[in-house]
């Protein structure tokens, strides 16, 4: 089994498939040269699931070519942007025929409810690529009238070649928002999968080479960042680097990228405030802050995993906060249909929020509910005991820092400018959210936050169709939206001379 390219699996839920465990290049699986490897574990009992194949900078190099001789081959560069569409919905069709598959794979490896995969991770695959499908015959220039004598014109020209490397926590969301937009506007891609979650992306590979694209136009690459991520950030052959991460590894990427001044779009880390008045319904903002900071096992970038309260309902917000998570995050095996929270996604991710329950304790904050593992899954598992922290101060590190996990610290405020000029320090500016009656208070405070995104009477509640991304240490540029589109294209004047004689 050891060095077989595809292996039959049985997922926990009984879900039989084919895994493949190469790297798809040229719309083949193929071997990394090396014989590399990464191995994935199943967070819910620790056990290893399979190997797959790593790639290494030489096998980025082959990718590298193939998008580059798809980017130039006249089948995909010429194709009638009608067509171009087509084959993207054929892709989101296929999507939907294997998407029980495609969850179990999802939960198997990343730990996350297997309804949810199934229900909102593949929705939002299959929504992403419908969406930026839709677009493929609408990307247009403009005519530019400037006097008769000219005619001058723009058309939106794809990028060319794309690295996008993408994270663990929503591993076939993040992969559709970065290629919906860079094929419908004609580009070709090399997407690197992160090495804790390898294995879905394999298998929506296959169905890339079914939905009919041209070798070459989507490669899919596993392997570590310090080696493969860092060998397609680095790459004179790449035109675009897109990457979702680590604050700390979108900076590194940067600097790479520098080698031949990529484009960049980089959607990094977030600690979002969300904000509660005195005259919020304090229900709704009770049950909007713990999807807020708790979903997703709380591995979100946006998280609204600072709460701000104001002190008229302090005591009583986090009286019902306490009661609602006790009750709304039920953890458990991932498979179970009750489950609301299953483990962190691995080892390292589960003693890092483990260790900052022990640096909220030791600073003073106070602990009033959660701060320890859970182990009633078995015994086994990287589970964490959904965390709440109170009488937490502006410096201490659980209120500065991405923690990353179901743990929260809840602070209060007096007037409004407090509560602005709270939420805004931080390095991060991703999301915020307001619980306010007032309407105009909500809008006033969504124009003063430093944020990409604020959400009012809401957290969380993002929409393909809207633009996603930060400010500040947040990130670079936009994804989805009409906005996600000028991340993968240039506009390209032509001066047409109708009569200016010299
Ligand atoms: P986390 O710390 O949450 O694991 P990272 O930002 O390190 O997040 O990882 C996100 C993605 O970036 C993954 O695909 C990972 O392999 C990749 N990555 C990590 N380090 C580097 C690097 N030095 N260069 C390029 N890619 C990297």
């Not at 860079?182 to 390898?198: D, F, H, R, S, Y």
């Not at 904000?275 to 049950?287: H, I, P, R, S």
């Amino acid at each position: 089994m050891a060095d077989e390219l595809f292996v039959e699996l049985t997922a926990p839920n009984g879900n039989k498939y084919k895994q493949p465990r190469g790297l798809f290049i040229n719309n083949e699986f193929v071997k990394s040269k090396s014989g590399e490897t990464i191995t994935s574990i199943n967070p819910s009992d620790e056990k290893e699931i399979i190997s797959v194949y790593a790639a290494g900078p030489e096998d980025v190099d082959l990718a590298v070519d193939a998008a580059r001789k798809a980017f130039k081959n006249p089948e995909w560069r010429d194709i009638d942007t009608t067509a171009r569409g087509e084959l993207m919905y054929k892709f989101a069709q296929l999507i939907e025929e294997h998407r029980e598959t495609l969850a179990a794979i999802e939960t198997w490896d990343n730990g996350k409810p297997y309804s949810v995969s199934l229900n909102e991770d593949l929705a939002e695959v299959i929504g992403t690529i419908k969406y930026y499908a839709g677009y493929s015959n609408k990307i247009h220039g403009q005519v530019i009238d400037t006097s008769p004598a000219k005619l001058a014109y723009t058309i939106r020209e794809p990028l060319g070649v794309c690295g996008q490397i993408i994270p663990w926590n929503f591993p076939l969301a993040m992969a559709a928002w970065k290629l919906g937009p860079a094929i419908c506007t004609g580009n070709t891609v090399v997407l690197k999968a992160a090495e804790q979650t390898p294995l879905s992306i394999l298998y929506l590979a296959t169905l890339v080479k079914e939905a009919g694209f041209p070798p070459g136009v989507i490669n899919i690459l596993n392997g570590e960042g310090r080696k493969a991520g860092a060998a397609l950030a680095q790459h004179l052959g790449v035109d675009k680097i897109a990457f979702t991460g680590s604050t700390a590894t979108g900076k590194e990427i940067m600097k790479m990228a520098a080698v031949n001044m990529k484009n960049i779009t980089l959607e990094t880390g977030g600690k979002s405030p969300l904000l509660v008045f005195d005259d919020a319904d304090l229900d709704q903002a009770v049950k909007w802050a713990h999807i807020g900071i708790m979903y997703n096992q709380g591995q979100v970038c946006t998280a609204t995993s600072r709460i701000l309260v104001q002190d008229g309902i302090y005591d009583k917000f986090v009286e019902g906060f306490k009661e609602y998570v006790s009750t709304a995050s039920v953890v458990g095996d991932p498979f179970k249909d009750d489950t609301f929270q299953g483990p962190q996604v691995t080892k390292q991710q589960y003693e890092r929020v483990l260790s900052y329950i022990e640096s909220g304790k030791s600073e003073g904050a106070k602990l009033v509910a959660g701060g320890e593992a859970y182990k009633n899954v078995g015994g086994k598992g990287f589970f964490i005991s959904p965390t709440i922290f109170t009488g937490v101060k502006d410096d201490m590190k659980i209120y500065r820092e991405e923690v990353f996990g179901p743990f929260v610290v809840i602070s209060s405020f007096k007037t409004e400018e407090e509560a602005i000029e709270r939420a805004n320090d931080t390095s991060y500016g991703l999301g915020a959210a307001v619980f306010t009656q007032d309407i105009t208070k909500g809008h006033r405070l969504a124009r003063l936050i430093e944020a990409g995104m604020v959400w009012i009477n809401s957290s969380n509640d993002s929409d393909i169709r809207i633009p996603f991304g930060g400010v500040k240490q947040s990130g670079i540029g936009r994804e989805l939206g009409e906005a996600g589109l000028a991340a993968y294209t240039n506009q390209k004047a032509i001066h047409v001379n109708l009569g200016n004689k010299l």
